[in-house]
């Protein structure tokens, strides 16, 4: 018998497609990351089991999507169309890495997803596990099989007496890890629409953030963020207090109209608290700590980092090469950035670092001027040089 390794979450979508493998005469074998879900294993085991998987993997990979996945794209200050901090986007290549390890392991020729045919994960996670292993045949059943809505999927999983707990199916399509939700479909897919109260899960509304500040100081180490308020924090938990903390202010939602890489353009609505507060802090701390040039060129190779990542193209030569020139940035960044939280704002309080560039004998107006006042005018004279005529 044909063996599939199919990737796995226990919703409506893989549940109905491990059940279309088995009619094809596959057998399926599960695998299922937490990367910070609403998760349980004990009930995804039993549900896969039910379903007719002959056996699942269950990883806990929140570590390694933190220090190997998040982190470098935070160092890297990457933000997709400008409001997406690529939650989605970063949890698939890591996913497709395990999923390649477990078809490996089980010997297994066949790899298969969820993935609609019009978005960007099936992108995602089938060029990643092409780099990883040009081999592997990728099965997607949601671009062969006749179900063409979620009630014809709903109707099929009630014909096959597959596990689905259809009074739980949300109105919207929603994608939840560590660094972020993504919220889409239903509603969202008018404009004139306004997202409602009932789409966030990390947030408060404006209205019930509290109206008195917050001040967190978010300490750092070569980039990496490695302390709050002075207490040292492994990545995992300090995104996940920061979660609720920015939560309880009402800090990261984004309404985005993005351009998807299969060409069309798309609504989506995210919350990441976290995420937005330590891309705050950490740009903040490289203001302090890199010099010009450097800055300037980070701002451009971020737009290519995000670009990158939406794309699907993390184990790319240019994404691991740009990892390599951003590392090397980060050396000095190490430092401390207070911040002020209120109603959806992240205000900069105070920074601090000891590889701060920033010279206040250079920079005061006070009595204290050590700036050379006698070498502005020849400077101005030189650099206006080039656009002079006779
Ligand atoms: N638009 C985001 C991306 O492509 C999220 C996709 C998944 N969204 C969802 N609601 N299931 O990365």
Redesign the pocket.
Known sequence: MKKVVLAYSGGLDTSCCLSWLKDRGFEVVCFSANLGSEFSPSDLKKRALKSGASKIYIKDLRKEFADDYILPCLKAQAVYQGK?V????LGRPLIAKHLVDVARKEKSSYIAHGCSAK???QVRFEVSSKILNPELNIIAPLREWSLSSRESEIDYAKKKKIPIKTTRIKP????QNIWGV????GRLEDLDNEPKEDVFSLTRSLDKAPGKPQYITIGFNKGKPVSLDSKPFDLVTLIEVLNKIGGKHSIGRTDLI?D?TVGIK?R?VYEAPAAWILYAAHRELESLVLDKKTLYFKELLSLEYAQLV?QGLWFSPLKKALDSLVDMTQQKLSGKITLKLCKANIIVAKRSSPNSLYKKELATYGEKDKFDRNLAKGFIDVFSMPYLGK
């Open positions: 997406y690529l939650s989605t986007a978005g960007n994960d919207y399509s929603i994608d993504s919220i889409e479909a993005e998807r798309s989506e939406y």
